[in-house]
């Protein structure tokens, strides 16, 4: 999904908080975005830089997938599967919507 990415935005994202899949996340993670028709990003869970501007976030530049109930408890399932793999998945819409401006204020 992140080659999807306008160049100016895939630029300036900061990757230290994506998770490397092994072959069991991402399985999971293809299963998701097959079942919830949406893009699924595997992050490390509890890892969120604040000190960092908005722009770098790639939730504060494209828009989040609307789940329903099934799907979001379909996404919470997989996440305890792994749970021992610190892994946490998003939801984004599919196809990419950008979001201009960024959502977040500056964090100083």
Same mark, same amino acid.
């Given at each position: 999904?992140?080659? %999807?990415?306008p160049k100016k935005i895939s630029k300036r994202l900061l990757f230290?908080?994506?998770? *490397?899949?092994?072959? =069991?996340i991402a399985t999971l993670r293809i299963l998701l975005e097959k #079942?919830? *028709?949406?893009?699924? !990003? #595997?992050? $490390?869970? *509890? #890892?969120?830089? %604040?000190? =960092?501007? +908005?722009?770098h976030h790639l939730c504060a530049n494209i828009s989040g997938a %609307?789940?329903? $109930?099934?799907? @979001?408890?379909? @996404? ?10 610190? !892994? ?5 819409? %599919? +196809?990419?919507?950008? !979001?201009? +401006?960024?959502?977040? +204020?500056? !964090?100083?």
């Amino acid at each position: 999904m992140l080659d %999807k990415l306008p160049k100016k935005i895939s630029k300036r994202l900061l990757f230290d908080e994506f998770q *490397n899949e092994s072959l =069991i996340i991402a399985t999971l993670r293809i299963l998701l975005e097959k #079942t919830t *028709n949406s893009y699924i !990003v #595997t992050y $490390k869970r *509890n #890892t969120f830089y %604040k000190n =960092i501007k +908005p722009e770098h976030h790639l939730c504060a530049n494209i828009s989040g997938a %609307k789940l329903n $109930k099934l799907q @979001l408890m379909s @996404l919470k399932l997989c996440e305890r599967i792994i749970k021992t793999q610190n !892994v946490s998945f998003s939801a984004y819409k %599919k +196809p990419i919507e950008l !979001v201009s +401006p960024p959502r977040f +204020p500056d !964090v100083k």
